[in-house]
């Protein structure tokens, strides 16, 4: 019986591939060049995919613990009730804001710490600066960790040292002020002094922060500068406003709107210090919407006054910025 001739083998791809060229052996795989994939299959890490997949964890983040709550706590706002009895009420937590009596008090409150606490906080932060700048100071290291040490103290112990401090009958403040013949100060049970207590416990926590933040600043102005002033005949004052404050305007600008925004959100010392009071005057804007949600449990309502309050953070945030900014 005679037998049929082999047939030839089939020319796939790999195999196509491996006759490109003459005197190339049979059944030779060629070597892919590098950076080159095979039809139909795509990889995964490349180096355009590499920066993408690095940044995709902090993306996931904030999707999941920031978009999402900032989301659903605006659909919140536009609702009333809890749970499954919550109804779609449009617009009227934002009408009742507008109509409610205690949360405009709770915002004067908080502008009025705004405005005093601020410029004088940030004033005795430059001043310390300065003199932690100063050559003729010595031990500078032991006084600039002096100056930072209160603010890495906790903001709710740092409201319970004032408590203690500012206590009228037994407090360290009174006893300090009867040596000069002053009788004692109700710090914590009169509005005006109660808010003037809530101003000292924030500019004593804040203000080595933001000294050190100034000394960063003052260490990188050329000193080529000042001496070109000198030799103009420029006193200490023309060059302090001719150099140091223009040379420190991003440096303020960042801590002007830093202190802006979380005084507008101040809530540890005065819930501390005061709890609000007394009869409201230290009550802020964090602390009315604390109260709405967590101990009335109007979700609703303290959704639309969390905000406002947002709304009002960035009204002034973009006004500092574009009074304080870089002119071109």
């Known amino acids: 019986m005679a037998l049929a001739p082999p047939e030839p083998a089939r020319a796939t791809g790999t195999v196509a591939a491996t006759r490109v060229g003459a005197g190339t052996p049979p059944g030779h795989r060629a070597t892919p060049r590098p950076g080159r994939t095979r039809p139909g299959r795509r990889r995964l890490l490349t180096r355009g995919s590499v920066p993408y997949l690095l940044i995709m964890p902090a993306v996931l983040g904030f999707a999941i613990f920031k978009a999402y709550p900032i989301a659903a706590s605006f659909w919140i706002s536009l609702t009333t009730g809890n749970g499954d009895a919550r109804q779609f009420t449009g617009l009227a937590n934002y009408r009742r804001l507008m109509d409610d009596p205690l949360f405009w008090t709770a915002l004067r409150n908080t502008a009025l710490i705004l405005v005093v606490q601020v410029p004088l906080m940030l004033g005795l932060a430059l001043l310390v600066a300065l003199g932690l700048n100063s050559t003729k100071v010595w031990l500078r290291p032991l006084w600039r960790l002096g100056v930072f040490v209160p603010s890495l103290t ?77 030799v103009d005949g420029a006193g200490p004052v023309r060059r302090f406003f001719s150099i140091t404050l223009p040379q420190l305007r991003p440096i303020l600008l960042l801590t002007v709107v830093l202190s802006t925004i979380g005084t507008l959100q101040l809530f540890d010392e005065p819930y501390v210090l005061t709890g609000g009071g007394p009869d409201n005057a230290t009550l802020t804007v964090t602390m009315y919407l604390y109260n709405n949600g967590f101990k009335y449990f109007d979700f609703g309502y303290a959704s639309a006054l969390a905000y406002a309050l947002a709304l009002i953070v960035s009204v002034l945030g973009i006004l500092q910025v574009r009074l304080m900014g870089e002119r071109r």
């Open 154 to 230: 906790g903001l709710v112990a740092a409201g319970v040292m004032f408590s203690v401090i500012l206590n009228r009958d037994a407090g360290l403040l009174n006893w300090v002020l009867s040596f000069l013949g002053i009788d004692p100060v109700n710090w914590l049970g009169s509005p005006f002094w109660a808010r003037v207590g809530v101003v000292l416990v924030i500019t004593w926590h804040y203000t080595g922060y933001n000294a050190v933040m100034y000394l960063a600043g003052l260490q990188g102005i050329p000193k080529e500068l000042y001496e070109a002033a000198m």
